[in-house]
């Protein structure tokens, strides 16, 4: 069983800076792509920023130059890093990963954290 468990998020204002963390549990896996989405009220949920097992990022326009994505292989953890942030930036924060599961039925998927809330006020 794979699982995704983030933490951080919560209240800001705007220009302030908050850290998420999304930590991958199980056994028998290798842990490929890694990202963070995010989804705010009535939109679709939208792709902020990718990191592959080699370190390769990539960000949406929106956040370039704001967000940092980061991952620490060892711990199986995925961070990202919000600075200078904005009333646009509320939404609902989910984590993913693209997991090969060695164990029968081997095959890759792909796994959701539970999404946490991010608030900036104005």
């Known amino acids: 069983q794979v699982q995704l468990v983030q933490s951080g998020g919560g209240l800001v204002q705007a220009g302030g800076s908050l850290t998420l963390s999304c930590a991958a549990s199980?056994?028998?896996?290798?842990?490929?792509?890694m990202g963070w989405y995010r989804q705010a009220p009535g939109k679709q949920r939208e792709l902020v920023a990718i990191i592959t097992s080699g370190g390769t990022t990539d960000y949406a326009d929106s956040v370039k130059g704001r967000f940092t994505i980061s991952r620490d292989n060892a711990k199986r953890t995925v961070y990202l890093q919000m600075n200078s942030l904005k009333p646009e930036d509320t939404a609902v924060y989910f984590c993913s990963a693209d997991v090969f599961v060695f164990t029968i039925p081997a095959g890759q998927r792909h796994y959701w954290g539970q999404g946490t809330q991010v608030t900036v006020s104005s």
């Open positions: 199980g056994s028998s896996i290798s842990i490929n792509a």
